[in-house]
């Protein structure tokens, strides 16, 4: 994926330059601008507010209302579908239908629609074989879906994950990813693994979903926030933890939560995505959207995320705060303890120096991830040719690219797989079902009744599994058709993904439904299993007054107070120095970013009063001490 250069502005004036500089570019627009993934991605979705319905109609009117109402001159420009754009069933042709009814004119004409009106144009796939809305999927077909976008003109993919969810997430989302760089078409790339707490999200997309669904309720609004602020280390200039769509202007979202939900959306950089009906939407809420100078913070150009830096209870002892929903409470839940069962089981298992991990060795380990993956996690498919077989498949040597001459060797009627010197013959060749980019079995040669198969710990050739039964339509959410648990199948054992970097990685998981287990991949030697992402410091998220806070381009901070606490009356919330990593005798200026107006100077700590349910957001800017 490739983005256009940053805009380059003075450090301090960045906030304010960032701002003017876009209104103006928007006002003479008449293309859309560049596709750049280096900020975070701001526009509108279809999904809080219209589900399973989007059509043409809507996105023509957003892209009237958004360009009337200034949204689109705040920076708002990708107009994203949902699910339910696509038809069930592919073309006869083997291509994505969009549904007829909803959009007579075809996406590609929409797209060049709105193209023409200065505005980017997304859309949503899923990395199993149906949406979540029972619709087309796009698993084994990756690499035509990802040429259909790019002919359509497709902006921003958003990739959900609902079926077949016991493939390991990187081996599924990565196929994707290669096969948009492929067509070489610029491309947003959102996905949603189901976990926020790996190392290689990063490594895969532009942006990432951390948490469940938000809904239009103030514990959905917390509860993400808090499960996103976990993950706030894997995020960088490019590559984003998503808290999910903005509920602002949905169900009886109020203005002060509203505030609290931009207000931490902006602080986290997460993407800015309009979830609400604009033909209805109250004037109070469309302005909340359009704050320049919180925009400018979510787009700051060091794009380094926020995060949870103290919580206090009432001054009088009441702990009673905003407490995150049940599925937030068990995903923070998980996270936490995954880090510590990796944490331990890294420290029990044997090491290479001491010889005892490399006698065990079997040919499969953890996956490496860029930018650290080494010679001995990469492998080339040399082709030798058409054999006379079954099948008439094209044979392929399994190259490993450390030794340059090993290859995978099968034995004879099934077992252990091992390397030796590649010399030809008819046990070191392979044949893969992906005649493209895609997911595949991997067949030894002579016998394509076997399958590469692994279970995380051994490599082996074995009897091949077919998928059960009467899945293809039902293989969602732990799902079951005549009685069988589809998203458990040992197939997931059997099937592999050889990546753009060279990897071969597996899509088995010892997990089901939530994949929160490092992937696995062929190699020829064994590594250390991968580290958790460092997590923030840990703060008591239950408690009512709390600061977030977090750094922009130019030594400033940017810092929002909440008061999450249920009674309705206000509070005063303080940030301490030491809670924002500034030195004692630090001065700073203070801007209150709600309110456009400059406060007085403060040193030591900073002060506001906060409503129920409400957040102040403030700009510090240290005084240059020299």
């Known amino acids: 994926l490739t983005h256009p250069p940053n805009m380059v502005v003075a450090p301090f004036q960045s906030l304010a330059v960032y701002a003017c500089c876009l209104c103006l570019s928007r006002a003479v627009a008449v293309k859309p601008p560049p596709v750049s993934v280096r900020r975070p991605p701001m526009g509108f979705n279809t999904w809080n507010h219209f589900h399973m319905n989007p059509n043409e109609t809507i996105f023509l009117e957003t892209a009237e209302s958004f360009a009337k109402l200034g949204l689109q001159d705040a920076g708002y420009i990708f107009l994203n579908s949902d699910d339910g754009w696509l038809s069930p069933n592919r073309s006869a042709a083997g291509d994505l239908v969009a549904m007829p009814a909803q959009f007579p004119s075809g996406i590609a004409a929409l797209t060049r629609k709105l193209h023409d009106l200065g505005f980017l144009f997304g859309i949503y796939g899923c990395a199993s074989e149906t949406t979540c809305g029972s619709r087309m999927g796009s698993l084994y077909h990756e690499s035509r879906d990802a040429k259909q976008y790019s002919r359509m003109g497709v902006d921003y993919l958003k990739f959900d ?146 995060t949870l830096r103290a919580a206090f209870p009432y001054a009088n002892g009441d702990v009673r705060g905003g407490v995150p929903t049940v599925a937030a409470a068990a995903a923070i839940g998980r996270i936490l303890d995954t880090a510590a069962r990796v944490d331990k089981e890294t420290a029990d298992r044997p090491t290479a120096s001491e010889g005892r991990a490399a006698a065990l060795f079997t040919g499969i380990t953890f996956c490496e991830f860029e930018p650290n993956i080494t010679a001995h996690q990469m492998w080339l498919m040399e082709s030798i040719g058409t054999e006379s077989s079954s099948n008439n498949a094209n044979q392929v040597h399994l190259v490993a690219v450390k030794q340059g001459t090993t290859c995978l060797v099968s034995t004879k009627h099934g077992g252990t797989v091992m390397m030796a010197p590649c010399d030809g013959s008819k046990q070191q060749s392979w044949i893969s079902d992906g005649a493209d980019i895609t997911i595949a079995h991997i067949h030894p040669g002579d016998d394509v009744s076997l399958c590469l198969t692994t279970n995380g710990t051994t490599l082996e050739t074995a009897a091949c599994i077919a998928k059960p039964t009467n899945c293809s339509s039902d293989w969602n959410h732990h ?100 809670n924002l990593g500034l030195g004692e005798g630090v001065t700073v200026s203070v801007r209150d970013m709600w309110a456009h107006r400059n406060l007085d100077t403060a040193s030591g700590s900073v002060s506001a009063v906060v409503g129920s349910h409400d957040a102040v957001a403030l700009l510090l800017t240290p005084h240059n001490t020299e």
Not at 213 to 232: K, M, Q, R, W
Not at 492 to 509: D, H, I, K, P, V
Request: charged share 15%; hydrophobic share 40%.
């Open 161 to 306: 994950d609902c079926g077949e969810m016991n493939l390991a997430s990187y081996a599924k989302f990565s196929v994707m990813r290669d096969a948009i760089a492929q067509t070489g078409r610029p491309m947003v790339y959102s996905f949603e693994p189901y976990t926020g707490s790996r190392i290689w999200l990063g490594t895969v997309g532009n942006s990432w979903r951390t948490g469940p669904d938000a809904t239009p309720h103030y514990s959905s609004i917390l509860g993400n926030a808090f499960v996103n602020n976990l993950a706030a280390n894997l995020a960088g200039p490019g590559h984003f933890n998503d808290a999910d769509m903005l509920e602002i202007g949905n169900g009886d979202i109020t203005l002060a939560e509203s505030r609290t939900q931009f207000s931490l959306w902006c602080l986290m950089k997460s993407p800015l995505l309009i979830g609400a009906d604009l033909q209805t939407i109250a004037p109070a809420f469309l302005e909340l959207m359009k704050n320049v100078e919180l925009i400018a913070v979510n787009q700051d150009e060091a794009a380094i995320q926020g």
């Open 479 to 578: 799902s079951s058709a005549n009685g069988i648990d589809c998203t458990d199948s040992p197939r997931a054992g059997q099937l592999w993904y050889l990546n753009a970097r060279g990897q071969l990685s597996s899509t088995y998981s010892n997990q089901s439904f939530f994949d929160f287990e490092d992937p696995y991949c062929l190699a020829t030697s064994p590594g250390p299993r991968p580290m958790p992402p460092q997590l923030p410091p840990m703060v008591n998220h239950t408690l009512p007054r709390q600061v977030w806070a977090g750094p922009v381009a130019g030594g400033a901070i940017a810092v929002v107070l909440l008061n999450t606490g249920a009674e309705n009356s206000s509070v005063t919330v303080t940030a301490t120095w030491a």
